[in-house]
């Protein structure tokens, strides 16, 4: 009978201490800047009670598609609060390089105007009700990532900045030394869209500048290497990579770890 209780109570205590999954809670949220209307994409575990850590999420040159929208969901299973940003405008997706690449332009020709349209996104994301607005980082691909570098060198008030494939922008110049953003970059070493002899130009403008920053580099891996659709894309420096995408994860959340501890 003993031997029966114990096991009884045992099973009991496994039952009542199982984790409580939440439903993932997703939403369109419409906003505009510069009288251009957006529409980002909201995302968090409704499981997780107070506020938490958020994360911006800055789409490729393709616009906010469904790609940009599984990170973000794949972020709020981490228990971030996640917010994809629309960089382009309402319904502005396209899957042709030429038209990425103009509306990519018509955002990045201007730095002001580039920087501010992520930081209104970044305003909805630390606003909202179950964020800890102290505790915000920015992450993003290709076009994203060169994004969230612009955003840490303008110096706005967020832990962290993380770049998967993205351009190697130079810091200013005079950029400030204590910019409060510290900086991952994660690259991939077969990338053709970044020249290799500009990448030790790149990291002696990052030591100079005196930001907290590193950067890892994946051996084989082209650009894109975390989007498993790249390979559909007729172009030869696009390629899917899955250790490169599952190590810069890896990476991410290493990264998020010591941010927000």
């Known amino acids: 009978m003993k031997c029966r209780l114990f096991i009884f109570a045992a099973l009991a205590f496994c039952i009542s201490s199982s984790p409580v999954f939440g439903k993932l809670v997703t939403e369109t949220v419409s906003y505009t800047h510069d009288d251009i209307k957006l529409d980002g994409?909201?995302?968090?575990?409704?499981?997780v009670e107070g506020k938490r850590p958020g994360v911006l999420v800055v789409h490729e040159w393709w616009g906010?598609?469904?790609?940009?929208?599984?990170r973000a969901e794949q972020l709020a299973e981490l228990g971030y609060v996640a917010f994809a940003v629309d960089m382009y405008g309402k319904g502005k997706v396209t899957e042709h390089p030429d038209k990425a690449a103009e509306w990519m332009k018509q955002v990045s020709g201007n730095i002001e105007?580039?920087?501010?349209?992520?930081?209104?996104?970044?305003?909805?994301?630390?606003?909202?009700?179950?964020?800890?607005?102290?505790?915000?980082?920015?992450?993003?691909?290709?076009?994203?990532g060169s994004t969230v570098q612009?955003?840490?060198?303008?110096?706005?008030?967020?832990?962290?900045?993380?770049s998967f494939h993205g351009s190697l922008v130079t810091p200013p110049e005079d950029i400030s030394s204590d910019?409060?953003?510290?900086?991952?970059?994660?690259?991939?070493?077969?990338?053709?869209?970044t020249e290799k002899k500009s990448i030790p130009d790149y990291l002696t403008a990052m030591e100079k500048s005196g930001i907290d920053?590193?950067?890892?580099?994946?051996?084989?891996?082209?650009?894109?290497f975390t989007n498993p659709n790249a390979d559909e894309v007729e172009m030869d420096a696009l390629a899917?990579?899955?250790?490169?995408?599952?190590?810069?994860?890896?990476h991410m959340k290493l990264f998020f770890d010591e941010l927000f501890r």
């Open 41 to 47: 994409y909201l995302s968090y575990d409704d499981a």
């Open 64 to 70: 906010l598609n469904d790609y940009a929208r599984q």
């Open 113 to 144: 105007k580039w920087r501010k349209r992520a930081m209104a996104g970044l305003e909805i994301l630390r606003n909202h009700s179950r964020t800890a607005g102290e505790k915000i980082a920015a992450i993003g691909y290709c076009f994203g």
């Open 150 to 162: 612009q955003l840490a060198y303008s110096g706005t008030d967020i832990k962290g900045v993380v």
């Open 179 to 193: 910019i409060p953003a510290r900086m991952l970059i994660l690259h991939g070493a077969s990338d053709p869209m």
């Open 213 to 224: 920053w590193q950067m890892v580099i994946y051996g084989g891996a082209k650009h894109s």
């Open 240 to 250: 899917y990579s899955k250790s490169a995408d599952q190590r810069s994860w890896a």
